[in-house]
């Protein structure tokens, strides 16, 4: 019904930088919000940053003033730009979207696959 594409993971140097993008597609109606978390081997997925349609924002606190989150409503796409990064940053990256399908009366949650972020020297 809905496909996520995620892409922009990759290894970069402490103090690099990385821009994640994700685009939805498929029987969508609107998007109320979307978002990254992460997850690295035993550890819980956390949430990275979120945005909703109306722009409002939410950061994790170990990101803020280093991550920006952005959206293009237009295109169904969410942005993560990351400055700064920090080893601790490395982990798999999931595109998360909360999405009406045409129709719908409830939001329904859809995940990307992934990508890869590592950050070493």
């Known amino acids: 019904q809905v496909q996520l594409v995620e892409s922009g993971g990759g290894l970069v140097q402490p103090g690099g930088s990385l821009r994640l993008s994700c685009a939805a597609s498929?029987?969508?109606?609107?998007?109320?919000?979307m978002g990254w978390y992460r997850q690295t081997p035993g550890k819980q997925r956390e949430l990275v940053a979120a945005?909703?349609?109306?722009?409002?924002?939410n950061y994790a606190d170990s990101v803020k003033g280093r991550f920006t989150i952005s959206r293009d409503n237009a295109k169904n796409t969410v942005f993560l730009q990351m400055n700064s990064l920090k080893p601790e940053d490395t982990a798999v990256y999931y595109c998360?979207?909360?999405?009406?399908?045409?129709?719908?009366?409830?939001?329904?949650?859809?995940w990307g696959q992934g990508t890869q972020v590592t950050v070493s020297s």
């Open positions: 498929g029987s969508i109606f609107s998007i109320s919000a």
């Open positions: 998360n979207a909360e999405i009406i399908p045409p129709g719908g009366v409830v939001v329904l949650d859809y």
């Open positions: 945005i909703t349609s109306g722009g409002r924002t």
